[in-house]
Antibody, heavy 118, light 112 residues
Framework: QVQLQESGPGLVKPSETLSLTCTVS?????????WGWIRQPPGKGLEWIGS???????FYNPSFKSRVTISVDTSRNQFSLKLSSVTAADTAVYYC???????????WGQGTLVTVSS | QSVLTQPPSVSGAPGQRVTISCTGS?????????VHWYQQLPGTAPKLLIY???DRPSGVPDRFSASKSGTSASLVISGLQAEDEADYYC????????????FGTGTKVTVL
């Protein structure tokens, strides 16, 4: 079955750019669906960041304004998240997930903790 | 910026029935958008529990059921078991602010 795995630095300095990659296995991103990023600050709830279609079409949570960029690399079967100008408030577990196309997310990656600190 | 409100916690003894509410508004649940539910066991990623208001993915026990009415939705766990102790989140689509996916505030289920 489809599996997703996040990877990237676990520590990012304030004002820098957070970069994460999600590698998809057992399914070709090129085959369809949207692919999304969701985050969860420690001890808090879930927040959708944005989603991307294999064609490159994206839509983002307006709360992140112009700070977020999601891209896809179909040759590597990966999609990526970049979040710029991070602050301590961006410290969270970041999850990637398959967006069903009917608004639900399944499955999810195991998540990766990113801490923003100097 | 959760726009779907859930009770912070619910509890019940093994075998009991518990209900988790998810209250939205006219721009999300009330607009007819589907509600989905996730279970997050301690230290793990969320797992899809219910999709499309009431459908269970393969492998989800039938003691989990859900419904939607007006601007709210509910998740029911019938015959509560120890392994059901987890956080539960509802999720829907919101047509305000140019459209986005929104999650509920989350509910911690404790098995007494």
């Amino acid at each position: 079955q489809v599996q997703l795995q996040e990877s990237g630095p676990g520590l990012v300095k304030p004002s820098e750019t957070l970069s994460l990659t999600c590698t998809v296995s057992a399914y070709s991103i090129s085959s369809g669906y949207y692919w999304g990023w969701i985050r969860q600050p420690p001890g808090k709830g879930l927040e959708w960041i944005g989603s991307i279609h294999h064609s490159g079409s994206t839509f983002y949570n307006p709360s992140f304004k112009s700070r977020v960029t999601i891209s896809v690399d179909t040759s590597r079967n990966q999609f990526s998240l970049k979040l710029s100008s991070v602050t301590a408030a961006d410290t969270a577990v970041y999850y990637c997930a398959k967006d069903s196309g009917s608004d639900w997310f399944d499955p999810w990656g195991q998540g990766t903790l990113v801490t923003v600190s100097s | 910026q959760s726009v779907l409100t859930q009770p912070p916690s619910v509890s019940g003894a093994p075998g009991q029935r518990v209900t988790i509410s998810c209250t939205g508004s006219s721009s999300n649940i009330g607009a007819g958008y589907d509600v989905h539910w996730y279970q997050q066991l301690p230290g793990t990623a969320p797992k899809l529990l219910i999709y499309g208001n009431r459908d269970r993915p393969s492998g989800v026990p039938d003691r989990f059921s859900a419904s939607k009415s007006g601007t709210s939705a509910s998740l029911v766990i019938s015959g509560l078991q120890a392994e059901d102790e987890a956080d539960y989140y509802c999720q829907s689509y919101d047509s305000s602010l140019s459209g986005l996916y929104v999650f509920g505030t989350g509910t911690k289920v404790t098995v007494l």
